[in-house]
Nanobody, 118 residues
């Protein structure tokens, strides 16, 4: 079973930046898609950003223009650069991977806390 491990979360002031990284325990070269979800207390898990193939990206409307998702298959990682952070971005951010869309399997990391507060 492939393991996903997130890093890079923490406390940041409004308007600041953070970069999250997710490292997979095995090669992600053939993975269909990778990305990030988040879950705030009392709220449903929501999609933040995904990258399908090497470059096709999709973002939640609330983060467009502020967040950038990227993947580096040579390092088996997917990253999320978060700029102009807002208090409403506070959540646990979870890494997600879909190795093969026809098999219905999704992989999840344990999550990393991002807190935006002054």
């Amino acid at each position: 079973q492939v393991q996903l491990v997130e890093s890079g979360g923490g406390l940041v002031q409004p308007g600041g930046s953070l970069r999250l990284s997710c490292a997979a325990s095995e090669s992600t070269f053939s993975f269909y898609a990778m990305g990030w979800y988040r879950q705030a207390p009392g709220k449903q898990r929501e999609l933040v950003a995904t990258i399908t193939g090497p470059r096709s990206t999709d973002y939640a409307d609330s983060v467009k223009g502020r967040f950038t998702v990227s993947r580096e298959n040579a390092k088996n990682t997917v990253s999320l650069q978060m700029n102009s952070l807002k208090a409403e971005d506070t959540a646990v951010y979870l890494c997600n991977a879909i190795p093969n869309p026809f098999e219905g399997e999704q992989l999840w990391g344990q999550g990393t806390q991002v807190t935006v507060s002054s």
